[in-house]
């Protein structure tokens, strides 16, 4: 019987889990792949090709997680199924330079920002900024690539508004940039194939345990965030200033939650006519909470 393949992703829990050793402690035989810093943060960072193109391609892990909304449509469209058991929420804003003449979110209008194309950022940007202004002067810009590439373009001066979340954030905010307005959204766990039931039970176990401890002790944690960064941004990160980042709520992502959700993206045209899928929250989820 294969392992099962934990992937983490910009996130404490699953650095804490196998510290504590609370993965063995389940019982779980599993293979901890770490992909984010030992490729220089070229995990998927291409020009659009985000969140949704990497799950449509085919992900490694057993587990992985992705904004709320990608996973929603990626399961609509049969490629996951998004675990319906417990979702996480991500701390995000939009940022820029502390001497930008952008002081207020509708300042932001006509302005380039740069996003992560179908992928947490786009749709928490247009979120937070429809309060603020009409659809066509949002201005998103999928150029910079995913998160680093567009973090390192933000601090370099060479991007002028960018959307950051969890390690990212905190480091903009160590720095003095200056966030413009909070984006955080939900992200959801997916299932790939046909794990054993009891292997995903384990996993989650294991990590009840390590957000117990990250919300005890969070300080204890944080240094975790090296693990999820390039090298070349360690000289300039002192994560004892940071949060605990992502939270694991272990309630059920509901059928009215998923049904909203999948309403919206439609109604904002994120994705082509015909591509959304079913939007069946019956054959787009799965849970192992019973047994």
């Known amino acids: ?6 992937e983490p992703h910009f996130r404490l829990q699953e650095w804490v889990a196998e510290e504590k050793g609370y993965f063995l402690a389940e019982g779980l035989e599993y293979e901890f792949r770490e992909l984010i810093r030992s490729t220089e943060g070229q995990h998927h960072n291409k020009v659009n090709e985000g969140a ?41 804003g939009i940022f820029v330079a502390a001497d930008s003449k952008v002081r207020t979110p509708a300042d932001l209008a006509g302005i380039p920002i740069s996003v992560g194309f179908q992928s947490g950022s786009h749709y928490s940007t247009i979120q937070a900024l429809e309060q603020y202004m009409r659809p066509n002067e949002i201005n998103l810009t999928f150029e910079d690539g995913m998160l680093f590439h567009r973090m390192e373009l ?34 959801a766990a997916m299932i790939k194939g046909a794990p054993d039931a009891e292997d995903v039970r384990r996993y989650f176990r294991a990590l009840r345990k390590a957000q117990h401890d990250i919300d005890l002790r969070p300080e204890l944690y944080t240094h975790y965030y090296q693990n999820e960064f390039p090298d070349r941004f360690h000289n300039m990160m002192d994560t004892r200033r940071w949060g605990p980042g992502e939270r694991i709520v272990f309630e059920p992502y509901s059928r009215e939650v998923f049904e909203q959700s999948f309403d919206w993206i439609e109604k904002h045209g994120i994705f082509p006519e015909g591509r959304m899928g079913s939007g069946d929250y019956d054959q787009a989820t799965i849970s192992f909470a019973a047994g």
């Open 1 to 6: 019987m294969s392992k099962f393949v934990i």
């Open 52 to 92: 949704f193109q990497s799950i449509e391609k085919g992900r490694e892990a057993d587990v992985s997680c992705a904004c709320h909304w990608t996973v929603n449509v990626a399961a609509s469209n049969g490629h996951t199924k998004l675990y319906a058991d417990a979702y996480s929420v991500a701390p995000s």
């Open 154 to 187: 933000l601090i370099e001066g060479k991007s002028p508004v960018a959307a950051l979340f969890n390690g990212p954030y905190y480091l903009a905010e160590q720095l003095g940039l200056r966030k413009v307005i909070d984006t955080t959204f939900m992200i």
